[in-house]
């Protein structure tokens, strides 16, 4: 029986719905404006003088006015900001000087290798964590707990690079388990057909299963490395989540009603802890797609870490940029999903 009460509830649901959908659309719009204008000023502070770098240090003072003027750096700061705007929304990111191709290109060709092993280690990681988490609340002091308690530390103490190289040594020089760098063994990186960009699925697609399996052998330990990273904070965090509510009273009184613990915590704690579980999950793949720079550079990773770490030794503006306003662009957006994510299911969101 529907109540006279109950359309003015879901209208009210759907208002704070809208108004809050509003408030976030103009903070992420807010917020995106903002990184365009770090990126922005950050091209105007670089010690690099663009000019210079294209027509070299030896070129006359009439060349130098005029490549200027065709840069469009004779003008306004206001107006070479709206030049920048109008060139970011015809994805016009510059040309990179170290490959001579658009940057657009480059991070379209560089970004599925960095979202693969982001995606990958984030699956590893929160698998891992979730359930090492949960068990170390199952079982409190015993084992599993101090095992959780030693990959947090690890993952947060031991450097990344350190890892990875001990890995290569170990797995890849030593007992011959892992490919090695790179994605692919030569013999296939260039017999592939690119379909999605993404050697994992291209592999796949192509029908060649020894192709794949290389793909394989090249992706887990690069995996394994940082989804340890993911797992740790993952573990940590959600574990800390957890015993905080475990500890509440209605904890108590499921017990002392004869619930077993493992229902208690599958069926009550997991689920008033899921806004620490997800804010923690995509932190997680944020801190994934943006700080795997060392890990790609340790496995020779074609991916946009690597991409930054040599536009970076090649003083490449155009390059640096274009990474940081991509990387900068997914982080926001995916706090953005967070934060909606958090707030859906809250209870009496709806």
Not at 60 to 86: C, E, I, K
Not at 127 to 143: C, E, H, M, N, T
Not at 162 to 170: A, D, P
Request: with cysteine.
């Amino acid at each position: 029986m529907i109540t006279a009460a109950q359309p003015e509830r879901r209208a009210a649901g759907w208002g704070r719905l809208v108004k809050r959908l509003t408030g976030n659309l103009l903070s992420l719009a807010v917020t995106l404006l903002g990184l365009l204008v770090f990126t922005f000023t950050l091209s105007h502070l670089s010690p690099v003088d663009p000019v210079l770098q294209r027509i070299g240090d030896h070129a006359s003072a009439s060349t130098y006015a005029q490549v200027r003027h065709q840069m469009g750096l004779d003008q306004s700061l206001p107006r070479q900001f709206w030049n920048y705007l109008l060139q970011l929304l015809h994805g016009n990111l510059g040309v990179s000087q170290v490959t001579g191709q658009s940057v657009g290109q480059d991070l379209l060709r560089t970004f599925p290798a960095t979202f693969t092993l982001a995606t990958c280690s984030l699956l590893v990681g929160a698998f891992g964590g979730i359930g090492l988490a949960l068990l170390s609340v199952w079982r409190p002091k015993s084992w599993i707990d101090h095992l959780a308690r030693v990959i947090s530390l690890l993952g947060y103490s031991v450097p990344v690079f350190w890892f990875g190289l001990l890995g290569l040594l170990l797995f890849y020089a030593v007992l011959h388990w892992s490919a090695g760098p790179g994605q692919l063994d030569d013999i296939y990186a260039y017999t592939l057909e690119t379909k999605t960009g993404i050697v994992l699925i291209d592999s796949w697609l192509s029908g060649d299963r020894e192709m794949f399996y290389n793909a394989l052998a090249h992706l887990w330990l690069p995996v394994a490395i940082l989804g340890l990273l993911s797992m740790a904070s993952i573990t940590r965090l959600l574990r800390a989540s957890l015993l905080e509510e475990n500890s509440k009273e209605y904890v108590t009184l499921a017990l002392a009603k004869g619930a077993g613990r493992w229902r208690i915590l599958w069926h009550h704690l997991l689920p008033n802890t899921r806004g620490t579980l997800i804010t923690v999950v995509m932190l997680s793949y944020v801190s994934l797609l943006e700080g795997s720079v060392l890990t790609e550079s340790v496995f020779s990773w074609p991916g946009m870490g690597r991409y930054l770490t040599n536009a970076l030794f090649a003083s490449d503006l155009p390059a640096i940029l274009g990474t940081t306003l991509v990387i900068g662009t997914c982080f926001i957006l995916i706090n953005a999903l967070t934060d909606a994510l958090v707030w859906l299911t809250r209870p009496g969101t709806r």
